[in-house]
């Protein structure tokens, strides 16, 4: 008998499991494998197959929701609860009636927006659903992992059953969705980067985005649509509310708040290498991280109710009360609550206002904050009677020689 020598080969611990099963079920030994490998090769006098990348070709092959998904850390992965996908979405029914929705930044496996459409498709009587996801994602293919390489999808939904597609543990039998005639699952060419040629072509094809978009690039998300003229109703900190992009939006009456959420903190779903010591971080009763995040709002330029219902006043002007700003021709007015309901002229409310602003009520004029000399037209400046003061960093109002908060001003109509 020829005793054959023992060669040590360096094998992926888990690679060597997974392919160990599946030589088990044949039932042939790791050895007569490698060994039948290593004369194929011989034999062909090459790799005894073709050997390719794993990752899709861009085409219109239907995914399989099989085997594992890579992923690439990345931040701005915050996952918003069902819940207040619910609350918000459910004030919009009628105008929602006959769209077609696109999330364009939402794993459909992942996305509660995507579930929110989804269950409510018919209720809401949709025209359609679009959803991609971001190949950087941390979350996409966490519950239907992609076959390949992280690549991005997008799902298309023109018809759900009639009794749903809902499973008795309450998740939702996406196969069977998309196993419909009028529904697709594909990959995208590229990363599913909203910017995309593709993306926006799937954007100009949606009447209404609905999404919660990665928090640094809120801005230039927003200006897509403003430019697309498109509908949406988006998640994002009131922090951007403020900035030279998004304010002119509210000022001019194309933005709102949306219906729900007013104060507080939301929590949203993170990925499991997000560190649980970070602050407002924790594991919910079913082990899943989470954090919570104060200043979220919804904002939209779909009409809301809320808007519209002028606020109630209470206060009386008084001089004493209500200071003036030695830099602008305005008063004080430090608290929205006490905006007083017999003052005609300009007045410097703080950036929450906006929770109660209804445009039948108030003129929005402009932000003093420290970048007002810089972003507010000069025939606006002249109008409050700016001035510039030595100690107001670019614009801020100044009382008594001390710098205030950043202030909206506004007047009320008549
Ligand atoms: C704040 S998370 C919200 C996810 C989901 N919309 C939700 O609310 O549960 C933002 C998502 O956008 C993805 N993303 C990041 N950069 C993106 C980009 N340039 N284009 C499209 N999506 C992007 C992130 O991977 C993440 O999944």
Redesign the pocket.
């Known amino acids: 008998m020829t005793t054959k020598p023992t060669t040590t080969i360096r094998i992926d611990p888990d690679v060597k499991k997974r392919a160990g099963a599946v030589f088990d079920d044949i039932g042939i030994s790791m050895s007569a494998a490698i060994t039948t490998f290593l004369k194929a090769v011989i034999r062909e006098g090459t790799m005894p197959f073709e050997i390719k990348s794993d990752r899709p070709k861009p085409s219109t092959n239907p995914v399989n929701a099989k085997l594992n998904h890579a992923f690439i850390v990345?931040k701005?992965?915050?996952?918003?609860q069902y819940e207040d996908?619910e609350k918000e979405m459910l004030n919009h029914q009628k105008k929602l009636k006959g769209k077609t929705i696109l999330?364009?930044?939402?794993?459909p496996f992942?996305?509660?927006?995507f579930r929110f459409f989804v269950i409510h498709f018919n209720r809401i009587g949709l025209a359609g659903l679009m959803s991609?996801?971001?190949a950087?994602?941390?979350?996409?293919g966490r519950e239907y992992p992609l076959e390949g390489e992280a690549g991005a999808y997008k799902a298309i939904v023109t018809e759900v059953p009639d009794d749903g597609v809902m499973r008795p543990d309450g998740s939702l039998d996406l196969e069977s969705l998309f196993a419909m005639s009028g529904n697709s699952l594909m990959y995208l060419v590229g990363?599913?980067?909203?910017?995309?040629d593709e993306?926006t072509a799937l954007l100009t094809e949606a009447d209404i985005v609905a999404?919660?978009?990665?928090?640094?690039?809120f801005r230039e998300f927003i200006e897509l649509l403003v430019n697309h003229k498109k509908e949406f109703i988006i998640?994002g900190n009131m922090n951007a509310t403020t900035t030279k992009e998004i304010f002119p939006l509210f000022r001019d009456n194309k933005v709102f708040y949306g219906e729900s959420i007013r104060s507080g903190d939301r929590k949203?779903?993170v990925p499991d290498s997000y560190p649980l010591n970070a602050t407002g971080c924790g594991l919910d009763e079913n082990g899943r991280r989470f954090i919570r995040v104060t200043g979220v709002r919804w904002f939209t330029n779909l009409k809301t109710s809320k808007r519209r219902k002028p606020l109630e006043l209470t206060c009386r002007y008084s001089p004493d009360e209500y200071p003036r700003y030695e830099n602008y021709d305005a008063i004080e007015v430090g608290r929205t609550q006490n905006i007083p309901n017999d003052y005609d002229g300009v007045m410097g409310v703080p950036i929450t206002f906006l929770d109660k602003y209804s445009p039948d009520q108030f003129e929005i004029i402009m932000l003093a904050n420290g970048n007002a000399r810089t972003n507010v037209p000069p025939k606006t400046l002249s109008k409050v009677k700016y001035r510039p003061h030595p100690e107001d960093r670019g614009g801020v109002g100044i009382i008594n020689g001390q710098r205030s908060y950043a202030r909206i001003l506004i007047r009320r109509k008549f």
Not at 136 to 140: E, P, T
Not at 211 to 217: A, K, V
């Open positions: 990345k701005d992965e915050f996952y918003t996908v999330c364009n930044c939402d794993d992942e996305s509660a927006f991609t996801c971001y950087g994602s941390q979350m996409a990363d599913g980067d909203f910017r995309s993306c999404t919660n978009p990665p928090f640094s690039l998640l949203f779903f």
